[in-house]
C-alpha cells in the first residue's frame, strides 16, 4: 500500500465509501441468514443457494472496491478499516469500527488495535 492519508483525506475517502460499507453491512446480514438457511436446510425469504452464492459475489466485489482505496480492511465484522497515515512523522494507522460516526481513531502502525488512540481535537 504506497497511499498516505491525512487525517482530512482519510475522512474524504470514508465518506466517500460509505455507500459501500452500508451496502457490506446489509449483504453480510443477508448472508449470513442465507448460509443459516442452507446449512439447516431452511426455507429463507432471501432464497437460497444461488442467493447466497450471489450475496457472497458481491460482497467481495465490495471489499475490493473499499480495499482499491489503500485502506486496510482488519475486521469483517464488525467491519474495522485502517487508512495508512502518518502524525507527527510516526507512521500511524487512522482506524475507522463499524459503528464509529467519524474517523475519531488512530493507532501505531506496529500496536495494533490495542493501541487505539483518539485523535486530537482540531482547531
Do not use: T
Amino acid at each position: 500500500m504506497d497511499k498516505v492519508y491525512s487525517v482530512e483525506q482519510a475522512r474524504a475517502v470514508l465518506a466517500e465509501i460509505r455507500p459501500l460499507i452500508e451496502d457490506l453491512i446489509k449483504l453480510r446480514a443477508d448472508a449470513a441468514e442465507l448460509a443459516a438457511a442452507v446449512r439447516n436446510g431452511d426455507a429463507s425469504p432471501l432464497g437460497g443457494l444461488p442467493e447466497l452464492k450471489a450475496a457472497q459475489a458481491r460482497l467481495d466485489e465490495v471489499l475490493s472496491s473499499i480495499a482499491a482505496n489503500d485502506i486496510q480492511i482488519k475486521g469483517f465484522a464488525p467491519l474495522l478499516l485502517d487508512f495508512p497515515g502518518q502524525l507527527d512523522g510516526v507512521p500511524v494507522l487512522l482506524c475507522w469500527l463499524e459503528g464509529d460516526p467519524d474517523l475519531s481513531w488512530y493507532h501505531r502502525d506496529d500496536l495494533g488495535f490495542a493501541g487505539r488512540r483518539p485523535l486530537a481535537a482540531e482547531g
